[in-house]
């Protein structure tokens, strides 16, 4: 071996498998990026199903969305989407990103179906820090509370009942575990309040793009 030129074929050796391994851990990356993809929309299209159970619905459901900014609806200063449902291609319902900012836990997270008339069709919390065996029943997943508030709507009960026993209201509660409910109960009537107030402009937005809305209850 030329003493001049080794060095240099063994940096280039060192460069090339470098860059073949650098190669290989993109291509992983990049496939495991996809599936975690697939994997999360599989999810939120699960979630989007048991919010809004209508298997009349388009399988486009999903994929139409507005962001909105509205903390006095939502009950967070961040954006927060809201899908359109549709049947044969016209707006059937519509399923609400909030959230319940005073959770017992923090922040409970949820999706609320609604449908065409304004009626509640479900609702699937995505995210909570509710005490397990005893806030945490108002999860779907752990209890049938949330049926309390199924087909219901904001003249159904009228507003002043829109709360849970425990203050004069109409949903159920459980003693020793108040603050969930009241908190899924307030941040559902809001959602079904943002959707009476701005229907036109939820329906109208284009698609992916972002509403304000300042106003709030």
Known sequence: MNPKTGP?????????????????????????????????EAQLRAALQLALPDADLDPTLGQEWVEVRAPGWLGSRAPMRVYRARRQGELAG?????????????????LVGIDGTGRVQGVRLT?????????DYVDARRDDWWQSLRLRSLTDPPPPQWGIA???????????????PRAVVAAVARALGLVARHHHELASAPAGSLLELPDGP
């Open 94 to 110: 519509w399923i609400v990103e909030a959230e319940a900012p005073d959770g017992y836990g923090g922040p409970i997270r949820m």
């Open 127 to 135: 995210e909570h820090q509710e005490t397990p065996g005893l806030g």
């Open 166 to 180: 425990a203050d004069g209201g109409r949903f159920p509660y459980r003693a020793g575990a108040t603050i969930s």
């Open 8 to 40: 240099w074929r063994s940096a280039l050796r060192l460069g090339l498998l470098g860059l073949a391994v650098g190669l290989l851990l993109q291509g992983v990356r990049l496939l495991t990026a996809a599936r975690i993809e697939a994997a999360r």
